[in-house]
């Protein structure tokens, strides 16, 4: 399976933009690229998914690089409410991608 | 509406014991799956069904463990005969899309302690 690579942590400011990046460089062509977040003490939610293209949606936008090797997730103004964790994940769509394989993932920590 | 219900949320048991965990997943969702969540790592997947048929149980660890969805609805996890390291999260996720591909909505999770 394709993996996917994303820092430990990292840190922002409250109502500043938030750049979560994400490596997959084995990423196969029915690869979907999945975000789910955790916050503390709570069930993982879904935050955004993507193909090619650049998506939006309430809670973040998501840049995909021209060659699918990255992406990076975008929350527009961080607020003390998006400290959680997030993670990257790679769905096949050729077969029964169900199985969310969550790694890791990023701990952002949003400081007042 | 209402999310999808774990219970207990709460179970502490003894090496040995065999004990059942229980998930109600959203109204109207076809697909339910099972996860383990270790303190301080992302959830593992376990098993899956797409309505009551079980169509993917590759990551039961071994078999004390075992899961039924008999109407399609709500899952039963079980583990049988417990031990220290079977101590986790576990948290089942339910979507509305069949084949497993849709969004996964998880539920509040239990909490096993094994002593």
């Known amino acids: 399976d394709a993996k996917t690579t994303q820092p430990n942590s990292m840190e922002s400011n409250e109502e500043e933009p938030v750049h979560l990046p994400c490596n997959h460089s084995?990423?196969?062509?029915?690869?979907?690229i999945h975000w789910y977040r955790q916050l503390p003490s709570q069930g993982p939610e879904y935050v955004i998914h993507g193909l090619t293209s650049n998506v939006n949606n309430r809670m973040a936008s998501l840049a995909i690089a021209e060659d699918r090797k990255s992406s990076t997730l975008i929350l527009h103004r961080a607020t003390l409410r998006d400290a959680a964790v997030y993670y990257c994940i790679l769905r096949d769509s050729s077969n029964s991608g169900y199985a969310l394989n969550f790694g890791k993932g990023t701990s952002l920590l949003v400081t007042p | 509406g209402a999310g999808v219900s774990q219970s207990p949320r709460y179970k502490v048991t003894k090496r040995g014991q065999d004990v059942a965990l229980r998930c109600d997943p959203i109204?109207?969702?076809?697909?339910l799956y099972w996860y383990r969540q270790a303190l301080g790592q992302g959830p593992e997947f376990l098993t899956y069904f797409n309505y009551e048929a079980q169509q993917d149980k590759s990551g039961l660890p071994n078999d004390r463990f075992s899961a039924e969805r008999p109407e399609g609805s709500i899952s039963t996890l079980t583990i049988q005969r417990t031990e220290q390291r079977d101590s986790a999260m576990y948290r089942c996720a339910s979507s509305l899309a069949t084949g497993g591909f849709g969004e996964q909505f998880f539920g509040p999770g239990t909490r096993l302690t094994v002593l």
């Open positions: 084995t990423i196969s062509g029915t690869d979907y």
């Open positions: 109204s109207g969702h076809v697909s």
